[in-house]
């Protein structure tokens, strides 16, 4: 006999004699939704699984799960999400994991809020995933010691219900000290445990040890290694490490056949990180043919951060694409939105300038600048600064102005200070204080600074005159390609040194300094040289 057929008899008689059974009859409705036993009657079978989810609440789970991803039946996400939502009614953890999956699909903090807490009811339940994920994010988001120690306890507790990718990230934590004291041998025993049970993250924490020389001596070979297994499992960080390697012109592992390979395989499934990889390859020229129109394309449908930031620059420099701040600034916001703190200086760059003092977007320009500086971008001071020493939407006070560029610490921010000295800006002028913060914007690598201190030497206005200690600032301006610093050096030294100074000249001349092509035409028709 069909073993179809006697399991059909079997299970039809045993429902007929308990029809209260909720897994016979999710069952049933299986065999007649996916045609197995019976002829495929799509209809009967959901209705039969809404039977069983009387008894059996995983199967409004299951039917949540076919409706968004559109298995068997049409895709349709309002059913799915209202039969997740039953389901969690009835106490099934499953639908508690699957509804947090659905909130962090668009990710504000509300919806974060909101999986956090499906995760935790699950917890409660005893589900395993739920605890890798809820672990996961207690270390992935802006975590403390607390944080880090629920993640270990949950990562642990999944690890005895043989979740293997909570044993990775017991690993990991030993690898990072999170919580735990860091031990790399640990880490490495729980990683090879992980791996045994087949853990993605497992392999894809090694393979980055054995890059990384980790465990003594880079092995790249035993990271691809890794890296292909994690793959296999459809583990797309993995793919993406695999991409970075094969694409690397300067490894012994170049490979551009396999780099496009694995980029075709994210590419199928609309990875957003492939998609921005992609559309920026394109727009550059890299591994592919140059194709500005089509990398713009794959960059505005990849909703990665990454992309809007990328496209924010493009528009708002004028490079490749025509220059337009507006489209910049729309590009920057969605990149913030997605957490991306330097599309929020970018849009808020763009917000502090005057003719965007009326953009319905103004208002957001300092929550901007704060969520900035909170996800650690320095850069916010800088604007901060900015916004006191111009009155941009706040009063003009050059002493918060000051203490925020010195928070900011970049050597722009050392420059302006330096000016509110050297100009008395806010402040009584005071030459010595001004040269102290350009000489800290030098230390920086700023050639602006360095410039300014050159011109305060040479010409002794403020200070004694000091030829050497010009001659030393232009030298450092030269050297980071400030062209016009060999013309000045020439002046310098044609005055006491005419064979060096003419050789400072010459340089200029070479690189087109029109400064110095005058000079030389000037003296070569006095017959100086």
């Not at 209202?82 to 659905?102: I, P, R, T």
Request: glycine fraction near 8%; proline fraction near 2%.
């Amino acid at each position: 006999m069909n073993k179809s057929i006697k399991y059909k008899e079997v299970l039809n008689k045993y429902i007929t004699i308990n029809k209260s059974d909720g897994l016979g009859l999710f069952q049933l409705g299986l065999m007649h939704l996916y045609g197995k036993g019976y002829p495929q009657d799509i209809k009967k079978g959901i209705s039969l699984i809404e039977k069983a989810a009387n008894h059996y609440p995983f199967a409004y789970t299951f039917l949540g799960i076919s409706f968004l991803k559109g298995k068997v039946v049409r895709k349709n996400k309002k059913k799915g999400l209202a039969y997740l939502k039953k389901a969690k009614f009835s106490g099934d953890s499953e639908a508690l994991v699957q509804l947090s999956y659905l909130y962090l699909d668009d990710v504000t903090p509300d919806n974060y809020e909101k999986a956090i807490q499906l995760l935790s009811e699950a917890v409660d339940k005893g589900h395993p995933l739920a605890m890798l994920y809820k672990g996961i994010f207690l270390i992935t988001s802006p975590s403390s010691e607390e944080s880090y120690r629920k993640a270990y306890e949950l990562f642990a507790l999944a690890d005895e219900l043989k979740n293997y990718e909570a044993t990775a990230f017991l690993g990991h934590m030993y690898e990072n000290g999170y919580f735990v004291e860091k031990s790399i041998s640990k880490a490495f025993r729980y990683y090879l445990k992980g791996t045994s049970g087949g853990s993605a993250f497992a392999h894809y924490f090694l393979a980055n040890m054995y890059r990384e020389g980790t465990l003594g001596e880079i092995n790249i070979d035993e990271a691809i290694r890794h890296y292909e297994y994690a793959s296999v499992n459809g583990f797309p960080h993995a793919m993406h490490e695999l991409i970075d390697i094969y694409f690397d012109k300067g490894s012994s592992k170049y490979n551009l056949l396999l780099g496009r390979a694995y980029l075709d395989k994210l590419l199928e499934i609309n990875d957003p990180i492939a998609l921005y990889k992609y559309g920026y390859f394109l727009v550059k020229g890299l591994h592919f043919t140059k194709n500005i129109k089509l990398g713009l394309k794959y960059l505005r449908k990849s909703n990665y951060k990454e992309s809007y930031l990328y496209l924010g620059k493009l528009y708002s420099l004028g490079s490749v694409v025509p220059w337009n701040r507006h489209m910049a600034l729309d590009y920057f916001l969605e990149g913030a939105k997605l957490g991306c703190a330097d599309s929020m200086i970018g849009a808020a760059r763009i917000l502090t300038w005057s003719d965007f003092k009326n953009n319905p977007n103004r208002e957001k320009l300092f929550s901007l600048i704060y969520d900035a500086i909170e996800l650690g971008n320095k850069d916010g001071y800088y604007l901060l600064g900015r916004c006191y020493q111009y009155g941009i939407d706040v009063e003009v006070d050059y002493q918060k102005a000051k203490e925020y560029y010195l928070l900011a610490g970049d050597q722009f921010a050392y420059q302006n200070v330096a000016l509110f000295y050297l100009k008395g800006w806010g402040f009584e002028k005071d030459v010595q204080t001004g040269i102290s913060y350009l000489k800290k914007g030098v230390e920086k690598g700023s050639v602006s600074c360095s410039n300014m201190l050159a011109y305060i030497y040479t010409t002794g206005e403020d200070i004694p005159q000091d030829l050497d200690e010009a001659e030393k600032y232009l030298h450092f301006s030269a050297s980071n390609g400030y062209i016009r610093a060999y013309y000045n050096l020439a002046k310098i030294y044609l005055e006491k040194d005419k064979e060096k100074g003419l050789e400072y000249l010459l340089k200029a001349v070479e690189l087109k300094d029109i400064k110095a092509i005058k000079l030389y035409n000037e003296l070569k028709e006095k017959g100086e040289i």
